[in-house]
Nanobody, 125 residues
Framework: QGRLVESGGGSVQAGGSLRLSCEAS??????VAWFRQAPGKEREGVAA????????YYADFVKGRFTISQDNAKNTVYLQMNSLKPEDTAMYYC????????????????????WGQGTQVTVSS
């Protein structure tokens, strides 16, 4: 079991950008994903990456706006978020699991057992 620590959240106006970081020590050959949860809504998957090979997966609603990437030297997974919308406002969580958790191109909350504490993103109109 490794460590997951998110950072980089904050407040931004619509159309702006933020880059979230997830220090994912101990997860060099895993599926590491970003999820988000808005008040009153269920947690949903945003993007995932297989840290052993770099393959990436995205939810349809962020394709073209968000990019997930990794820096192996820093054991860090990033989520670059561009063209932010008010509906992107949520607590963003980093999660990790065996690489099989995203091998099918899907990444579900129930399949992830290791979670960070989250970082808040607020987008104002």
């Amino acid at each position: 079991q490794g460590r997951l620590v998110e950072s980089g959240g904050g407040s931004v106006q619509a159309g702006g950008s933020l880059r979230l970081s997830c220090e994912a020590s101990g997860y060099s050959d895993n599926c590491v994903a970003w999820f988000r949860q808005a008040p009153g809504k269920e947690r949903e998957g945003v993007a995932a990456i297989y840290t052993g090979g770099g393959k990436t997966y995205y939810a349809d609603f962020v394709k073209g706006r968000f990019t997930i990437s990794q820096d192996n030297a820093k054991n860090t997974v990033y989520l670059q978020m561009n063209s932010l919308k008010p509906e992107d406002t949520a607590m963003y969580y980093c999660a990790a699991e065996h690489w099989g958790a995203c091998s099918g191109g899907y990444f579900e909350v129930a399949d992830f057992g290791y979670w960070g504490q989250g970082t808040q993103v607020t987008v104002s109109s």
